[in-house]
Structure formats: structure tokens, C-alpha cells
């Protein structure tokens, strides 16, 4: 069965850079089949996507968030990544990984991780 | 920037049928999918690709569609299907989500 944990800090503060980690267990991350990708949920809040990325690191960003992120894929740990800058107390969210399944373009969230809650305070 | 329309809560009576409707310009010629969240739990996909289930998705989960409009419908709801439901479509390789509709099963 597939597994997605997230890894990384429970509280950031303002003007620094968030990095958090996606492992993916019972399956490859070099999958020619799926993309990776990452959600987040302000308190309270809906879904907001942040980004995907492919094993050969192509990636696919929110238009209105890319100038701070950065999501990038290392093979050999079964592992993605998120690197988001300049944070402020409007980017305290929970921060999702998940796994894209289907057709290019038409692809679903098939499998998610738990979720980690990232709290931006000084 | 394409934009997805859900209402912000349904209640439905137990044992009813809910409808829950996204909305979105031409979203018919789009696939959608439906999560389904619980509160402290991670979205759970319950329709991909319009009207399909994954595996262990109850029968009664089903989806459509069509025009500017797709919808969820839940038949028979139960107790454990109150949750927010959240629609979700790729526009020009970006993903866009809906709002998210609260279920209530009264």
C-alpha cells in the first residue's frame, strides 16, 4: 500500500524559507505513471494547490505562488521536496503531499499524506 | 484564471439523496474529481474523471458531468458521509479546487 509522509518544521517564523519533505513508502517515486504533488489548507480554509512535480523534475506551479516556491525530487531517497520563501502569518497552513494519477491533464489525487501543520510566528 | 463554484453547505436527510454542484465556465468538456474531508484527516478521493469510483468507494457515491455544471450525488446518506466535499479540475496544467461544500446530515 502506498504511503506519503510529510516531514519538516511545526513553526516557521516570519521571512524565512519552509522546507518540508514528502517520503513515499510501497511504491516508486520514479514512476513514469504519476506525478507528485503539494496542497495546503489555511485553518478553517479549503484546499489551495501549491505545485507538482515529475521524476525527472519537471514541475508545474500556482501561478500566484511561484515566485517562493521551489518543489524538487530526489530519486535516490524516494523523496520530493518543498521550499517556500518569504513566509508570512497568511502561509500558516496544513501542508499536504500527495501522489497524481491518471492522464496528463486530467489527473487525480489518488493518495495523500496525513498532513503537517506549519504555524508562521515569531 | 479559471474559477470553481460550490456551494457552502447542503444538508441532506438521513437515508435522502445529496447533491452537491460545482460550477465552472464550459466544465463539461473537463474532467472532474471529488474529495471527500473529514475533520483532522486528509482529503479522500470518492469520483475521479467524472463519474468514477476507486476502490472501496461506496456504490452510492456517483458523478456527472455536463454544460457549467458537475455534480456529487450521495444516495441513501449516512451519519458518516458529513463531511466537505471539494471539486477539482487541471486548467492549462494548473489545478484548481473549489471552495468546498459542507455536508450536513441532519
Known amino acids: 500500500q502506498l504511503q506519503l509522509q510529510e516531514s519538516g518544521p511545526g513553526l516557521v517564523k516570519p521571512s524565512e524559507t519552509l522546507s518540508l519533505t514528502c517520503t513515499v513508502s510501497g511504491g516508486s517515486i520514479s514512476s513514469s505513471n504519476y506525478y507528485w504533488g503539494w496542497i495546503r489548507q489555511p485553518p478553517g480554509k479549503g484546499l489551495a494547490w501549491i505545485g507538482n512535480?515529475?521524476?525527472?523534475?519537471?514541475?508545474y506551479y500556482n501561478p500566484s505562488l511561484m515566485s517562493r516556491v521551489t518543489i524538487s525530487v530526489d530519486t535516490s531517497k524516494n523523496q520530493f521536496s518543498l521550499k517556500f520563501s518569504s513566509m508570512t502569518a497568511a502561509d500558516t497552513a496544513l501542508y499536504f503531499c500527495?501522489?497524481?494519477?491518471?492522464?496528463?491533464?486530467?489527473?487525480?489525487?489518488?493518495?495523500w499524506g496525513q498532513g503537517t501543520l506549519v504555524t508562521v510566528s515569531s | 484564471s479559471y474559477e470553481l463554484t460550490q456551494p457552502l453547505s447542503v444538508s441532506v436527510a438521513l437515508g435522502q439523496t445529496a447533491r452537491i454542484t460545482c460550477g465552472g465556465n464550459?466544465?463539461?468538456?473537463?474532467?472532474v474529481h471529488w474529495y471527500q474531508q473529514k475533520p483532522g484527516q486528509a482529503p479522500v478521493l470518492v469520483i475521479y474523471?467524472?463519474?468514477n469510483r476507486p476502490s472501496g468507494i461506496p456504490e452510492r457515491f456517483s458523478g456527472s458531468n455536463s454544460g457549467n455544471t458537475a455534480t456529487l450525488t450521495i444516495s441513501r446518506a449516512q451519519a458518516g458521509d458529513e463531511a466537505d466535499y471539494y471539486c477539482q479540475v487541471w486548467d492549462s496544467s494548473i489545478v484548481v479546487f473549489g471552495g468546498g461544500t459542507k455536508l450536513t446530515v441532519l
Open positions: 464550459n466544465i463539461g468538456s473537463k474532467n
Open positions: 512535480i515529475y521524476y525527472t523534475g519537471t514541475t
Open positions: 474523471r467524472d463519474s
Open positions: 500527495a501522489r497524481l494519477n491518471g492522464p496528463t491533464q486530467k489527473r487525480e489525487f489518488d493518495y
